[in-house]
């Protein structure tokens, strides 16, 4: 991949790659070298003003145009990422420090995935029609979807393109146009798809995409009164901001916030299973993401077999290179964020925690020796209520924490002020499906994690999210239904009731 196509990321409004409009910029560092990419243009005010005048120019056509217009559209931009994949994946890699295995096999693929998954979503969308028999009438009700108007979506850095389609896709399917903005942190991807817009002919104004930071751009998104709902994936803190702005002028909200997640592993399950599946749910793309399984629960019986045989597992897991095809372990997203998870470590320790591995920075030697890299740390002897239990870390930290029986493994699952998602290993249906209905979370996944069906829900509950996600619930988020009372005559001019 051409490392020129990073160096100056552009807006994308009205159909044209811009710069911003007094030409500010903010620069973009690669997170696996400390060294700079290029430059991102820095929207505010002016450039969100002309985004949301292009899309609501374009609204019109777009609204009106048919499911089966909307969906061709999609899935030619599914088809531009396919064909790019590789590229696209590169540039996930290089942006945001995720092995390049991750980028293939994952997040860009997923990315195409929702774009087609909403392709078709639309098309297949049923409406509700009710016959009404009363004594003296006869009625259908019908209720029509409408796009809701010019949506704003705003997404996060932890999986770049996968979360900006999982959002931009169902609001363009439904009709509606579009003024996104990816994370400052990690913007490449979302311009290599306003490019890839461009080359399959989506209308102009359709997709308007604002570079830029979240306190300028993403603000200046989300208290616009022409924007009428907003999809925001990200912290919790800056979601409880975010609806805070939205609620006084009654825009629609749809929140995906942070998790703190427990995996639960009872004595019973397939422990090579659970103990891979652990792994992986606590250390993938280096823990940032918002359904990792930063809590494992153990069952007292084998905490002490599974404690020791995970920090072997994390131990010898391959740090390296995010473009190396063998690295599990890349960098971090920024040196910011590196410190932040190093200062939650030094909180595990002052609380009395030990981290029986990793927590060390240990960039790799040569290209990578100024990168932000972590390794993956365990830590063990803190209660459920410790800050480190408690607070989203979103790093490669996890803590096992032994439990005696089901209902204090429940107890201690849900003793956090998120509800995200959770994990339940056990060799028992009849307890997986006990310990699932009674965890506090918008999804439960059971001997395995990160299994998704596009078609399902997806949310969280308590400090984790507002609203839901996913197939019917994603697209219905992006219209407003108005219901159609039809009297009509069923008797006829014959009849001779009266
Ligand atoms: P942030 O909340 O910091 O940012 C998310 C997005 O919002 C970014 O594009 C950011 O822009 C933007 N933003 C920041 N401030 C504002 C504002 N005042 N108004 C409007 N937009 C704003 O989260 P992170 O990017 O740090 O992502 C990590 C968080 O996201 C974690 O808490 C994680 O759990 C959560 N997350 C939740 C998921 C879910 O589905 N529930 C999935 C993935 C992540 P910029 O980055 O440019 O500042």
């Given at each position: 991949?051409?490392?020129?196509?990073?160096?100056?990321?552009?807006?994308?409004?009205?159909?044209?790659?811009?710069?911003?409009?007094?030409?500010?910029?903010?620069?973009?560092?690669?997170?696996?070298?400390?060294?700079?990419?290029?430059?991102?243009?820095?929207?505010?005010?002016?450039?969100?003003?002309?985004?949301?005048?292009?899309?609501?120019?374009?609204?019109?056509?777009?609204?009106?145009?048919?499911?089966?217009?909307?969906?061709?559209?999609?899935?030619?931009?599914?088809?531009?990422?396919?064909?790019?994949?590789?590229?696209?994946?590169?540039?996930?890699?290089?942006?945001?420090?995720?092995?390049?295995?991750?980028?293939?096999?994952?997040?860009?693929?997923?990315?195409?995935?929702?774009?087609?998954?909403?392709?078709?979503?639309?098309?297949?969308?049923?409406?509700?029609?009710?016959?009404?028999?009363?004594?003296?009438?006869?009625?259908?009700?019908?209720?029509?979807?409408?796009?809701?108007?010019?949506?704003?979506?705003?997404?996060?850095?932890?999986?770049?393109?996968?979360?900006?389609?999982?959002?931009?896709?169902?609001?363009?399917?439904?009709?509606?146009?579009?003024?996104?903005?990816?994370?400052?942190?990690?913007?490449?991807?979302?311009?290599?798809?306003?490019?890839?817009?461009?080359?399959?002919?989506?209308?102009?104004?359709?997709?308007?995409?604002?570079?830029?930071?979240?306190?300028?751009?993403?603000?200046?998104?989300?208290?616009?009164?022409?924007?009428?709902?907003?999809?925001?994936?990200?912290?919790?803190?800056?979601?409880?901001?975010?609806?805070?702005?939205?609620?006084?002028?009654?825009?629609?909200?749809?929140?995906?916030?942070?998790?703190?997640n427990p995996t639960i592993v009872f004595?019973?399950a397939d422990i090579d299973q659970a103990l891979e599946g652990a792994a992986r749910a606590a250390y993938s793309?280096?823990g940032?993401i918002?359904l990792s399984g930063s809590r494992i629960l153990v069952e007292?019986?084998i905490v002490?077999s599974f404690t020791e045989r995970l920090v072997e597992r994390v131990?010898?897991m391959?740090?390296?290179?995010?473009?190396?095809?063998?690295?599990?372990?890349?960098?971090?997203?920024?040196?910011?964020?590196?410190?932040?998870?190093?200062?939650?470590?030094?909180?595990?320790?002052?609380?009395?925690?030990?981290?029986?591995?990793?927590?060390?920075?240990?960039?790799?030697?040569?290209?990578?020796?100024?990168?932000?890299?972590?390794?993956p740390a365990v830590v063990i002897?803190?209660?459920?209520?410790?800050?480190?239990?408690?607070?989203?870390?979103?790093?490669p930290v996890a803590t096992i924490i032994p439990?005696?029986?089901?209902?204090?493994a429940?107890?201690?699952a849900?003793?956090?002020?998120?509800?995200?998602a959770a994990s339940v290993w056990t060799?028992?249906?009849?307890?997986?499906?006990?310990?699932?209905?009674?965890?506090?979370?918008?999804?439960?996944w059971v001997n395995c994690w990160m299994?998704?069906?596009?078609?399902?829900?997806?949310?969280?509950?308590?400090?984790?999210?507002?609203?839901?996600?996913?197939?019917?619930?994603?697209?219905?988020?992006?219209?407003?239904?108005?219901?159609?009372?039809?009297?009509?005559?069923?008797?006829?001019?014959?009849?001779?009731?009266?």
């Open positions: 991949m051409d490392r020129a196509s990073f160096s100056e990321v552009l807006h994308f409004i009205d159909g044209e790659r811009i710069a911003s409009v007094d030409g500010s910029v903010i620069g973009n560092i690669e997170p696996a070298t400390g060294e700079a990419l290029g430059t991102i243009a820095a929207g505010g005010q002016a450039e969100v003003d002309l985004a949301v005048a292009a899309a609501t120019n374009a609204l019109p056509d777009w609204a009106s145009s048919s499911a089966d217009t909307r969906g061709q559209l999609l899935e030619r931009l599914a088809a531009a990422i396919e064909d790019r994949l590789d590229d696209f994946a590169t540039a996930e890699c290089i942006d945001n420090g995720k092995p390049i295995t991750a980028a293939r096999q994952i997040d860009i693929p997923r990315a195409a995935a929702n774009l087609r998954f909403f392709a078709g979503a639309a098309r297949y969308q049923q409406d509700e029609c009710y016959r009404t028999r009363l004594p003296d009438d006869d009625l259908w009700n019908v209720s029509l979807r409408k796009p809701i108007g010019v949506a704003g979506c705003i997404s996060p850095w932890n999986l770049p393109l996968y979360l900006f389609t999982w959002k931009i896709a169902p609001a363009l399917a439904a009709g509606c146009t579009v003024v996104a903005k990816p994370s400052e942190v990690t913007p490449v991807t979302a311009d290599l798809l306003a490019k890839a817009a461009q080359d399959v002919g989506l209308p102009a104004g359709v997709l308007n995409i604002v570079q830029g930071a979240g306190a300028a751009a993403g603000a200046a998104i989300v208290s616009h009164p022409g924007i009428a709902a907003i999809s925001f994936t990200g912290g919790t803190e800056t979601g409880a901001s975010i609806a805070s702005v939205a609620a006084p002028s009654f825009k629609k909200t749809l929140l995906e916030l942070g998790g703190k004595a019973d793309n280096q940032q918002c007292s019986s002490d131990s010898s391959a740090i390296g290179d995010p473009l190396e095809e063998t690295t599990e372990v890349g960098a971090l997203v920024s040196s910011e964020h590196l410190q932040k998870v190093e200062n939650s470590l030094q909180v595990a320790r002052d609380e009395g925690g030990t981290i029986l591995c990793g927590g060390e920075r240990c960039a790799p030697a040569g290209r990578c020796s100024g990168g932000f890299f972590l390794s002897g803190l209660d459920s209520g410790a800050r480190t239990n408690q607070e989203e870390i979103f790093g439990f005696d029986d089901e209902s204090s429940i107890e201690i849900n003793d956090v002020r998120y509800g995200l060799g028992s249906v009849d307890r997986a499906l006990r310990v699932s209905e009674r965890i506090e979370a918008g999804t439960v299994k998704r069906d596009l078609r399902t829900v997806f949310g969280g509950v308590k400090e984790s999210g507002l609203g839901r996600e996913g197939g019917a619930e994603s697209l219905s988020f992006f219209q407003e239904p108005t219901n159609v009372c039809i009297r009509f005559d069923s008797k006829g001019p014959d009849s001779t009731d009266e």
